[in-house]
């Protein structure tokens, strides 16, 4: 399996409140995404990474930001969270070729 | 703005039957049409992929189909087992030098019956 963590793999929040995601690798691959995976829709693309501090948005990047400052980590953050934002959200990484995907986190917004 | 259409969304097999995933695309720019396999609480996992200067590959029990005249391209799963029961997603990209952005379909979830 490729070298992906997420963490928290699972969080329950409020409403309004900040909630980052963090996805860390070990296969010192370039480019990193995150996606939201929701029944009906497949999985979308949030936003993604080209390198340190090279970010660019993705489909559904509304209500989301992200960051990366050091090559193996990429955090998500909800800066107000929505129940809206209650999905599953998947960290991938590539070298151009296949994606890889970590196991997810669920998020449930109350 | 659905990209990629997947159909059907479930699908019923029995085991030794073939399983049939259809997707079509719209954007002719498209050049990397990949399959996904996820199972339950697990992330999806890269079955098999095709380019467009081919029109068919097979990998096992495994075999895309791709007709790039009318943007379509389907997934085949010969003898299929219980042990494929699973979501399927096809997705398609133009890779570039911004990486690989995937615009998946909807996902088709197979459960394949003894």
């Known amino acids: 399996d490729a070298g992906i963590t997420q963490s928290p793999r699972h969080k329950v929040t409020e409403t309004g409140t900040p909630v980052t995601l963090r996805c860390h690798q070990t296969?010192?691959?370039?480019?990193m995404y995150w996606y939201r995976q929701d029944p009906g829709h497949g999985l979308r693309l949030i936003h993604y990474s080209y390198g340190v501090k090279d970010t660019d948005k993705g489909e559904v990047s509304d209500g989301y930001s992200v960051s990366r400052s050091k090559t193996e980590d990429f955090l998500l953050t909800l800066e107000s969270a929505t129940s809206s934002q209650t999905s599953v959200y998947f960290c991938?990484?590539?070298?151009?070729?296949?994606?890889?995907f970590g196991e997810g986190s669920r998020l449930t917004v109350l | 703005q659905q990209q990629v259409k997947q159909s059907p969304q479930s699908l019923i097999v029995q085991k030794g039957g073939i399983s049939i995933i259809n997707c079509a695309y719209e954007n002719t720019a498209f050049d990397y049409f990949p399959w996904y396999q996820q199972f339950p609480g697990k992330g999806p996992a890269l079955l098999i992929a095709i380019r467009p200067d081919v029109s068919e590959k097979k990998e096992g029990r495994f075999t895309i189909s791709f007709n790039k005249s009318a943007k379509q391209f389907s997934l085949h799963i010969m003898d299929s087992q219980p042990g494929d029961s699973a979501t399927y997603f096809c997705a398609a990209s133009a890779v570039t030098g911004g990486g690989n952005k995937l615009t998946f379909g909807t996902g088709t979830q197979l459960k394949v019956e003894l």
């Open positions: 991938a990484i590539s070298e151009l070729g296949e994606l890889f």
């Open positions: 296969e010192n691959h370039r480019y």
